[in-house]
C-alpha cells in the first residue's frame, strides 16, 4: 500500500485501503474468491496487460502481479467468473496513447485462473476480426458474449461463443440491430452501437446499445437471438448514447445510463434512468437520477467547471457472481470528476443520493487524458463484504466502504 491522496468530498463513504498498482491506473474491474483469499483483477489504461491485487486485506491491497499484454492493443476489459478469466482485446481509440496505424491483437483471450489465482495460465485465444471486443459478459459455463466489432460491421454487437474448449473457442452466435452490417449491403443509422456488455440473465440478455438506446433480447436460444424490444432515449446523452443497461431482475427494473465522453460541459445532459420492465414489450422510464452537486463550501459551484469529464460511466454489476454484493436498492456508479456516487431506489420513482467519495486531484500524470489533471473514477465493483473498489485515470486503486469509518 501506498500513502492514498486526501479527501476532497466525503459524505456516508469512507477510505479503507489505496494502492497505486505501481504507477499504473486500472480501469475495468473484476473479482474472484479462492478459498480464504479475495482477488481483483484488473484491465489498465495505459499499459498493455492486467493486475492482480490480493485484497484479502481491504486495508493492505498486495499487488501479486503485472500479466503483459499485446503490444498497441486495448487492454482495458477484463470478467472472471467460474475459475475462468476473459481479457478483451481491442484496436485503441485515437488519443488514448498508441499511435495510431500500428498492428495490434483482436477477440479476447482466455485463461485459467482456478489452479493458481495469482499465476493465469492462458488456454486459449478468440478472434473476433475488425476492432476487437469492447466490455464482454461472462458469468460462467460455457458461453460468453462477447461485444464484438467484427469486420464488414459498424459498431459493435453481440457474438455468442463457446468456451467449452478454451483452446478452439467457437462462434454460436450473434445479432445486430439493422443497418450495422455495411458489408450485406445495410446502411447504418448511426456511428455508436452496442456498448456492452450484453448483460445476461436466463433467457433475456440486456444491451446499452449505444444510439439505439436499451435493447432487451430473447437468446433462450443463443444460436439465434431475437428481438423482444428497444427503448429509446432519443437525443438525450453523448454521441455513445446507452452505456449500460442493468437489470434488477427480482423487481423488474433496469438501470440505464449513457456515458459522458466531452470534457467540461460539452456533451448534452447525460442521464441515468430507472426503467420498468414488468411488460418487457412496454418498457418505460419511470425516474432520472438527481444531479450530483458538490458539498456546500467546495471550490467550484458544479463539476462541469472541474475539468475532466463529468457524468455517469459505470455501475456495479453483480452479474449472478456469489463473490459481489447483490442489493437490489442501493445503485453505486463512477462519476469521473465527481468521483463515486452512491443512489438510493427503494422507492424507484424517487432515488435519492446517500453517499459519495471524491479524492484529491493526483499530482502525477500517468496517461494522456483528461487534458486537466483532476480525478476521474472510471470503475466500480463492489465485493460480497461490502466493499467498494474504484479505478481512476491517474490515481491507483482505491478501497471504500459505506459509512463514516472503521473497516
Known amino acids: 500500500m501506498t500513502t492514498p491522496p486526501g479527501t476532497a468530498e466525503q459524505h456516508g463513504v469512507h477510505l479503507v485501503g489505496y494502492h497505486d498498482l505501481a ?29 492482480i491485487v490480493d485484497v484479502t486485506d481491504p486495508r493492505s491491497p498486495r499487488l501479486c502481479r503485472f ?19 476473459i481479457t478483451a482485446l481491442e484496436k485503441p481509440n485515437p488519443g488514448w496513447g498508441v499511435e495510431p496505424g500500428l498492428p495490434f491483437e483482436d477477440g479476447a483471450y482466455i485463461w485459467d485462473v482456478r489452479t493458481d489465482p495469482e ?16 466490455r464482454n459478459f461472462y458469468a460462467g459455463g460455457d458461453l460468453v458474449y462477447m461485444t464484438a466489432n467484427p469486420d464488414g460491421y459498424v459498431g ?49 440478455a440486456y444491451l446499452g446499445y449505444g444510439r439505439v438506446g436499451m435493447v432487451i433480447l430473447d437468446v433462450a436460444d ?18 455513445l448514447g446507452c452505456h449500460s443497461a442493468v437489470p434488477l431482475v427480482d423487481r423488474g427494473l433496469v438501470i440505464a445510463n449513457s456515458e459522458t465522453i466531452l470534457e467540461g460541459s460539452a456533451d448534452p445532459l447525460n442521464y441515468t434512468c430507472v426503467v420498468d420492465v414488468r411488460d418487457e414489450r412496454n418498457p418505460k422510464v419511470v425516474s432520472t437520477f438527481p444531479m450530483p452537486r458538490p458539498e456546500p463550501g467546495a471550490p467550484y459551484r458544479s463539476y462541469y467547471d472541474v475539468g475532466g469529464r463529468f457524468g455517469p460511466h459505470n455501475q ?30 427503494a422507492d424507484p420513482y424517487q432515488p ?34 461490502g466493499y ?12 471504500l466502504r459505506a459509512g463514516d469509518g472503521g473497516a
Not at 23 to 48: E, I, S, T, V
Not at 72 to 84: E, H, L, P, S
Open 23 to 51: 504507477g499504473r491506473p486500472g480501469f475495468k474491474l473484476a473479482m474472484q474468491r479462492h478459498g480464504d483469499r479475495w482477488y481483483l483483477y484488473l484491465g489498465h489504461l495505459w499499459h498493455r496487460g492486467w493486475s
Open 67 to 85: 500479466i503483459d499484454g499485446p503490444a498497441n492493443t486495448w487492454t482495458i476489459q477484463v470478467q472472471v467468473a467460474d475459475g475462468r478469466m
Open 119 to 134: 499465476d493465469p495460465e492462458l488456454l486459449g485465444h478468440w478472434r473476433s476480426g475488425g476492432t476487437g471486443t469492447h
Open 156 to 204: 459493435h454487437l453481440p457474438v455468442v461463443v463457446d468456451i467449452s474448449d478454451p483452446a478452439r473457442p467457437e462462434e454460436v452466435g450473434r445479432w445486430w440491430w439493422p443497418g450495422q452490417h455495411v458489408a450485406g449491403g445495410e446502411t447504418p443509422e448511426h456511428d455508436f452501437y452496442l456498448h456492452g456488455p450484453a448483460y445476461v440473465v436466463g433467457s433475456r
Open 222 to 239: 443463443p444460436t439465434s437471438p431475437q428481438l423482444v424490444r428497444r427503448l429509446s432515449f432519443g437525443d438525450l446523452g453523448s454521441m
Open 316 to 345: 456495479h454489476q453483480h452479474q449472478g457472481h456469489p463473490d459481489l454484493a447483490d442489493a437490489d436498492d442501493e445503485i453505486v456508479m463512477a462519476y469521473f470528476n465527481a468521483g463515486l456516487r452512491v443512489f438510493d431506489i
Open 352 to 385: 435519492v443520493e446517500t453517499g459519495w467519495y471524491v479524492p484529491e486531484h493526483p499530482t502525477e500524470r500517468r496517461g494522456a487524458l483528461p487534458s486537466t489533471l483532476v480525478t476521474q473514477f472510471e470503475d466500480v465493483l463492489v465485493d460480497a463484504r
Open 388 to 399: 467498494i473498489y474504484c479505478t481512476d485515470k491517474n490515481h491507483g486503486l482505491f478501497v
